[in-house]
C-alpha cells in the first residue's frame, strides 16, 4: 500500500529547501514559461488551495479565497507554511470525508491526498532540474500509480454529458519494471457541458487494465513512463506506429502542467 502521505511530505520538503537554494529567476527547463519563483508559488499556491477544502472540508471551490503571491525572496516561506498546512490537514482527516474535487469520481479526502502526492512529486522534479540540472529517483510503486493516474484520472475518460469517438486506432502502455500495463483506445469527445453551455470536440482516449494487441506499444520504466506522460523526461520506447506515441503526449500536455 503506497503511504500518500509520506511520498507528499518527503517531496515538499524537498522542493522547499531547492526553491530556497536555487535563484529566484532560474529557468525551470520542464515548465520553459517559469522561473523558480513562478514555480515555487504554483505549489504554495496549489497547497494552500487543497488544504483550505480538506480544512473546511469545502464542498464548492468558490468559497476558497485567493492566495496573493508575495514578493520573491518571501515564496519560500509561503511555501513552507502552506505545505505544512496540507499535510496538518490530511493528517487530521479521515480518507473518507467528503471533499469538493473537479473530477466526478473524486469526492473525498483520499483523492485529494493521492493527487497531491503526484503533484509534489512532478514538482519536486521540475525544481531539482532548475537547480542541480537532475531529479533523483522516483520511488517506484509512486510511479506506477502515478502512470494509473495520468491515464485513468487527469486525461483518460469523459463527463457523462460527453459521446466519444473511437478512431479505430488502440496504443499499449507497457512497463519494464513492473506487470502492470494499459490499453489505450484513442478518438474524440464530443459534448456540450450542462454547467457551462460549451460545445467540445476535442481529441482524447479511452483507457482500460491490461494492455494487449496494439498499433504502438509504448514502453519504459515506472519512472521513466510517469515523467514522459507528464513531460519530465523522454525514455521511453516505441514499437509500431511512433507517431502515436506524439498524439499521446499531444493529449497528455492539455490536462497536465
Known amino acids: 500500500m503506497i503511504d500518500y502521505l509520506e511520498h507528499l511530505r518527503r517531496d515538499s520538503l524537498r522542493f522547499g529547501e531547492l526553491v530556497r537554494a536555487g535563484s529566484a529567476d532560474a529557468a525551470v527547463p520542464s515548465c520553459p514559461e517559469w522561473r523558480v519563483s513562478d514555480l515555487g508559488f504554483h505549489l504554495a499556491e496549489v497547497q494552500y488551495f487543497w488544504a483550505s477544502i480538506v480544512e473546511g472540508p469545502l464542498l464548492d471551490p468558490g468559497d476558497v479565497e485567493e492566495l496573493q503571491r508575495p514578493v520573491d525572496a518571501e515564496i519560500s516561506g509561503l511555501f513552507d507554511a502552506q505545505s505544512l498546512r496540507l499535510v496538518r490537514a490530511l493528517t487530521s482527516a479521515t480518507p473518507e470525508d467528503q471533499c469538493w474535487t473537479w473530477h466526478p469520481d473524486g469526492t473525498t479526502v483520499s483523492w485529494v491526498l493521492r493527487r497531491q502526492a503526484h503533484e509534489a512529486l512532478i514538482h519536486r522534479v521540475d525544481a531539482e ?60 469527445m464530443k459534448g456540450t457541458s450542462p454547467n457551462t453551455g460549451i460545445a467540445y470536440d476535442l481529441e482524447g482516449f479511452t483507457v482500460t487494465p491490461g494492455a494487449k494487441d496494439a498499433d504502438a506499444t509504448i514502453t519504459a520504466s515506472a519512472a521513466g513512463m510517469d515523467l514522459w506522460l507528464w513531460g519530465r523526461g523522454n525514455d521511453i520506447a516505441v514499437v509500431g506506429d511512433h507517431t502515436q506515441a506524439d498524439r499521446i503526449r499531444r493529449i497528455a500536455a492539455e490536462d497536465t502542467q
Open 129 to 188: 532540474l532548475a537547480v542541480v540540472g537532475a531529479s533523483t529517483a522516483v520511488d517506484r510503486s509512486l510511479a506506477v500509480d502515478g502512470v494509473d493516474e495520468v491515464l485513468a484520472v487527469m486525461v483518460g475518460g469523459y463527463p457523462s454529458w460527453a459521446d466519444f469517438e473511437h478512431d479505430g486506432t488502440s496504443i499499449a502502455i507497457r512497463l519494464t519494471d513492473d506487470p502492470a500495463s494499459w490499453q489505450l483506445s484513442t478518438g474524440r
